[in-house]
């Protein structure tokens, strides 16, 4: 159901429940004693996505409101413990908001490969591969004839792409799965037939058509690299990118608190926590 669609069925809930009053003071979907939840507050929950989005957050509004009432009647609003963990939590939420201007924001600039690929030379031996790794590309098809034509076209010198295409024009819906110039591991890597092929293949070979319970694969291992050894950049980038990025956070957050405690006096005298109270 579209947005628009929802919010008609929505207006259309506003009006029955009218009850006399004036349209402009009926904006609301529902009400508990004095408390309202407008129409504009409940597209703001909802994105305006689903009824059933709008019906599960009011029915939610309604439940709280009826808590928090009785709970304000009987008192617990001003309650010392209460407003305790109100206050710690607006302090949690102000810390937060901070560090997310003067910290985390920062991480929207792009760090482009050049530096990347800096970091990676900077940190070759923290980044050796705990697994052995293989980079390759293959088909997997339904049939094995489809599969031993696109071998043939690329036995032919036909690039991967062009085989690729012939073959699924000359079968459509022949082809089942397709990854071009991925990396795998033992256990990312399905069928485990196609693992154990990788490991006999030479760089560039071409496979025969593999059968497995998934269908007839045709592959080619790009390279492989082994347990322990520097692996190819592409396929650290990411662990790469997020390890400068923690480095950019932990810095930006320790030159944030050493400019903090240089415009604050600030005082610790865990001594006197430890004296006896009868001193």
């Known amino acids: 159901?579209?947005?628009?669609?929802?919010?008609?069925?929505?207006?259309?809930?506003?009006?029955?429940?009218?009850?006399?009053?004036?349209?402009?003071?009926?904006?609301?979907?529902?009400?508990?004693?004095?408390?309202?939840?407008?129409?504009?507050?409940?597209?703001?929950?909802?994105?305006?996505?689903?009824?059933?989005?709008?019906?599960?957050?009011?029915?939610?509004?309604?439940?709280?409101?009826?808590?928090?009432?009785?709970?304000?009647?009987?008192?617990?609003?001003?309650?010392?413990?209460?407003?305790?963990?109100?206050?710690?939590?607006?302090?949690?939420?102000?810390?937060?908001?901070?560090?997310?201007?003067?910290?985390?924001?920062?991480?929207?600039?792009?760090?482009?490969?050049?530096?990347?690929?800096?970091?990676?030379?900077?940190?070759?031996?923290?980044?050796?591969?705990?697994?052995?790794?293989?980079?390759?590309?293959?088909?997997i098809f339904g049939e094995r004839d489809a599969a031993n034509a696109f071998r043939s076209k690329l036995l032919q010198g036909k690039s991967w792409k062009t085989a690729f295409d012939e073959v699924n024009a000359e079968m459509p819906g022949a082809m089942l799965r397709e990854a071009a110039h991925h990396y795998y591991t033992q256990a990312t890597l399905y069928p485990e037939e196609l693992w154990k092929a990788a490991r006999m293949l030479k760089p560039e070979e071409v496979s025969y058509a593999i059968r497995s319970p998934a269908g007839y694969a045709v592959m080619i291992v790009h390279a492989t690299k082994k347990q322990g050894e520097i692996p190819d950049f592409d396929y650290v980038k990411e662990e790469v990118r997020s390890r400068f990025l923690l480095q950019q956070r932990r810095r930006r957050y320790n030159e944030l608190l050493a400019q903090l405690r240089s415009q604050h006096d600030i005082e610790v005298h865990l001594s006197n926590h430890e004296r006896p109270p009868h001193e």
């Open 1 to 139: 159901m579209n947005s628009k669609l929802v919010w008609l069925l929505v207006g259309g809930m506003l009006a029955g429940g009218g009850c006399g009053r004036d349209a402009g003071e009926d904006r609301y979907v529902a009400r508990v004693g004095d408390a309202v939840l407008t129409i504009e507050e409940l597209r703001e929950y909802t994105g305006g996505d689903t009824l059933e989005a709008a019906r599960a957050i009011v029915a939610s509004w309604v439940t709280n409101q009826m808590l928090y009432q009785e709970a304000r009647r009987r008192g617990y609003v001003d309650a010392n413990e209460v407003v305790r963990q109100v206050e710690e939590a607006k302090r949690q939420l102000a810390i937060n908001a901070l560090l997310q201007h003067e910290v985390f924001n920062a991480d929207t600039a792009t760090i482009n490969d050049e530096r990347l690929q800096q970091e990676f030379e900077a940190h070759r031996d923290a980044l050796r591969l705990r697994e052995d790794v293989v980079n390759i590309s293959f088909v």
